[in-house]
Structures are given as structure tokens and as C-alpha cells.
């Protein structure tokens, strides 16, 4: 017996809109839902959670969940919510970015076991590389008006006075494609839900006219909210771009601290959209934070679940590591223990010098080290008189000032860390 999927939405405030009847329809039986992704690149990035965490949902209520890869799209163009146009990919990258994103996806849905309602991952070019023109304008364009289509607020925004480029015909024929998709998936597999951001409600509209009108039946329609930050800067952007799950485009540590760093009013809202945990959980979690706000009880718990549900327990463990490093609570076997990427996330804006490694090899006083070689602080005698004070530490642990660097003290056979009081960090690379 399915659960109630969309009262589970509800509650996590993960529901937009939703078609009348939808709930009622989704009680019956096990139903098919799917959420189109695009495939513009060789991994999901945070805003593809929302989509991919309803596939998730829809399945743990005992449906059936169908994540459409949009190869035909991709070579296309949204512009739901979009400015200008995308770049246009060729079938050989879109194959790659589908195996990429299928690789992803399986760490939230089932898609190798014989249930049911295993998960399926579809691409719409299959079905869209053999269409020709002529027989698309014959037995989908007849059946939808250009009225229709100019109604759409995608459309009307594109077409609007602010909007300096227009829009092609190419982007205005997206929606008959996306709601071609919903007729395909409807007559092929008994799919009867799209579901989707807030800014595709015009898009899965279409295609549950597109139903009606070829398919002689019922689509229905569910959106989710547009995930935004309370400060009104963009969800899922840092300042060197997008957060993605591949963790060679986002390290797990920074990835973590995404997480951790969030404010308390968006943590709240995220922990129920990014996490399974049940709502007794996450109230008890909520409740706990607003006794004791300075322990981010909330934002703690958000990044470990994340974390782990797309990297691992140990990438977590190691992202909590190197976290604590930046506070003082570590040793120098702590720091030898992260890889060179986590490193340089760890302290990255924090000063660096390079230096030959001969140096290293022949002996670095501490003096050099502080000031002549690096200028880390400001002179030799400012050099000494920090040294005196027992303020100075080389890779986490306190030294005088006849200490000398050698390559034993080489992190990752490379870096240095030297630290005045609890907070100043210098990088020596040693090339």
C-alpha cells in the first residue's frame, strides 16, 4: 500500500503546486512520476537535489520513479528561468554526462533491484534522434496553439521589454518538446506525473494537454518550490561557482562546509528537504538548536547527512577532521592525514610562499622561515620576539627558536603550515 507522497512533501515544504486530483490519484495504487534532468555536464550540482530528493520520496511511498536524462533538450535550451541561451552539446558528451549522472543517482534511487517499482533512467533523445520535423509539426504542433504556448510565463518573460535578446524559435518550440516527453513516457510506461521546479509548471502543463488531446487520457502535475537563501543570494553557488556532488568538482570538506555554514533560518528549511530524517527527528532538532543556538545543533546534523548520503561516513569523517583543524584542536598527524585537494581547501585565501626545497633539505631556521624567506611576519627581530612569547607553531605544534624545518615536516611531501597565535596561517610549498 503506497504512503501519502504528497502530504510528505507538504510537511518538508517541498510542494509548489500541484494539479487537483493528484493526491487522490497517487492513493490508488502504485503510480510513475518522472523529473527531467539536464545533462549539461558530467555531474548533478546541489540544484538538482530538490528533483532528485522527490524521485527518492516518491519511491519510499512505494511508487515507481522514472529520472528523464534530456539529451534531446540539452541539445536545446530551457528558458524556464533562464536569461539567454545554452550551449548546445554533441551526442557523444551527452552519453558520457548520462553514465556520470545514472553513477550519481544510484546513491538515492533503486535502480538495480527486481521490485516493482525500481527506479528507471531514460533519455529522451532516444525517442527524439528519429523524429523528423515534418512528422513533429504534424502530430504534436497541430495539436497546441501558439496562444497556448505565449501564455506561458517562461515565454512571456523571455518575450518581455527587459529582455534584450529575444527568444529563438528553437526555445519557443522547448515546451512541445518537454510536453512530448510526458505524452511518450505516459503511452510507453503508464507514467502519469511530471514533477519538477515551480518554473516548469507551464512546461508539464503542456504536456498534460499534449495527454488529453493524442493521448486520450490523464496527466498530472506536481512542483516543488524554487529553493532560495534568506540572505537573497543563490542557493548552491559559492564564490568559485556551482556546489556539486562529483568530488573532484567540490571536495567533500567543501561540500561540508556548504552545509555547516548555512544560517539558522535556512537550515531549518533544508534539513527538511535534504534529509530523511522523520518529522519527530527533525522537530526535536529544531527545538534543541533554539535552547542552545551557538552549538548549530541543526547545521551539524544537516551536513552529516548530506555528506554522507552523497559521499561517504568516511568522507565525513574526514571533512569533521579537517574542519576541526581551523580551530586549534588538532595535532600534526591530523594534518598529514589530509590529501593535498582537502589542504589547500582547508587554507585556502590563507598567505603562501614558495621555496626551493633544497632549503628544506639543507635545514630552514625558524628565523628565515618567519621573515627573511617567506615575510610572513614583518621582521627578523618581530620574528624573535614571537618565538620568545611561545606563539609560533610548525604544523600545529609549538616550536622555539632554535627549531629547523626539514622534508620531514612535509605535508603531503609539499606544504608547511606555520601558525602565530590561533588564527594567523602562512603556507610554505616547497618546489
Known amino acids: 500500500m503506497a504512503t ?3 502530504a510528505e512533501l507538504k510537511w518538508r515544504g517541498m510542494l509548489h503546486d500541484v494539479m487537483p486530483g493528484t493526491e487522490e490519484h497517487l492513493l490508488k495504487d502504485m503510480q510513475s ?3 527531467g534532468i539536464d545533462p549539461t555536464a558530467d555531474s548533478l550540482h546541489i540544484g ?6 522527490m524521485l527518492r520520496h516518491f519511491q519510499l511511498a512505494g511508487h515507481k520513479p522514472y529520472a528523464l536524462v534530456g539529451g534531446a533538450t540539452g541539445m536545446i535550451g530551457d528558458p524556464s528561468g533562464k536569461s539567454s541561451e545554452r550551449n548546445l552539446l554533441d551526442e557523444k558528451t551527452l552519453r558520457h554526462n548520462q553514465d556520470a549522472l545514472k553513477a550519481q543517482l544510484s546513491r538515492f534511487l533503486d535502480f538495480e533491484s527486481d521490485a516493482a517499482n525500481a527506479a528507471v533512467l531514460v533519455n529522451n533523445y532516444d525517442w527524439m534522434k528519429d523524429f523528423s520535423f515534418l512528422d513533429f509539426i504534424r502530430d504534436v504542433g497541430k495539436h497546441i496553439t501558439v496562444n497556448y504556448m505565449m501564455a506561458k510565463d517562461s515565454v512571456k518573460k523571455r518575450l518581455s521589454a527587459e529582455a534584450k535578446e529575444g527568444m529563438s524559435f528553437t526555445e519557443f518550440t522547448y515546451q512541445l518538446v518537454q510536453g512530448y516527453d510526458f505524452l511518450h513516457l505516459f503511452q510507453e510506461y503508464d507514467c502519469s506525473l511530471q514533477m519538477g521546479g515551480s518554473d516548469q509548471w507551464g512546461n508539464i502543463t503542456t504536456g498534460t494537454e499534449l495527454i488529453r488531446r493524442i493521448g486520450g487520457g490523464k496527466g498530472y502535475a506536481l512542483t516543488c518550490p524554487l529553493i532560495t537563501k534568506a540572505d537573497g543570494t543563490k542557493f548552491g553557488k559559492t564564490e568559485s561557482g556551482n556546489v556539486w556532488l562529483d568530488a573532484q568538482r567540490t571536495s567533500p570538506y567543501k561540500f561540508y562546509q556548504y552545509w555547516l555554514n548555512t544560517s539558522d533560518e535556512d537550515a531549518v528549511k533544508y534539513i527538511k ?3 530523511f530524517l522523520s518529522k519527530e527527528e527533525i522537530d526535536g532538532l529544531i527545538q534543541e538548536h533554539q535552547e542552545m543556538p551557538h552549538l548549530r545543533i541543526v547545521q551539524k546534523r544537516l551536513a552529516e547527512e548530506i555528506t554522507v548520503m552523497v559521499h561517504s561516513q568516511e568522507d565525513l569523517d574526514n571533512a569533521v577532521q579537517a574542519s576541526a583543524i581551523l580551530f586549534g584542536k588538532s595535532t600534526s598527524e591530523d594534518l598529514k592525514k589530509l590529501d593535498e585537494k582537502t589542504f589547500l581547501d582547508v587554507f585556502d ?12 633539505e639543507n635545514g630552514l631556521d625558524m628565523i ?6 617567506t615575510g610572513f611576519l614583518g621582521s627578523n627581530g618581530e620574528a624573535r620576539r614571537e618565538l620568545k612569547q611561545n606563539s609560533i607553531s610548525v604544523n ?3 616550536v622555539k627558536e632554535d627549531y629547523v624545518i626539514s622534508t620531514a615536516d612535509l605535508i603531503n611531501d609539499k606544504f608547511v603550515l606555520l601558525q602565530r597565535g590561533k588564527k594567523n596561517y602562512f603556507v610554505l610549498t616547497a618546489q
Open 4 to 6: 501519502n507522497f504528497v
Open 349 to 360: 585565501g590563507v598567505p603562501q610562499a614558495e621555496i626551493p626545497i633544497s632549503e628544506l
Open 368 to 373: 628565515g622561515a618567519l621573515a627573511a624567506k
Open 48 to 53: 538538482h537535489l530538490v528533483g532528485v530528493m
Open 33 to 35: 512520476a518522472y523529473v
Open 273 to 275: 528537504i535534504f534529509t
Open 396 to 398: 600545529k605544534e609549538k
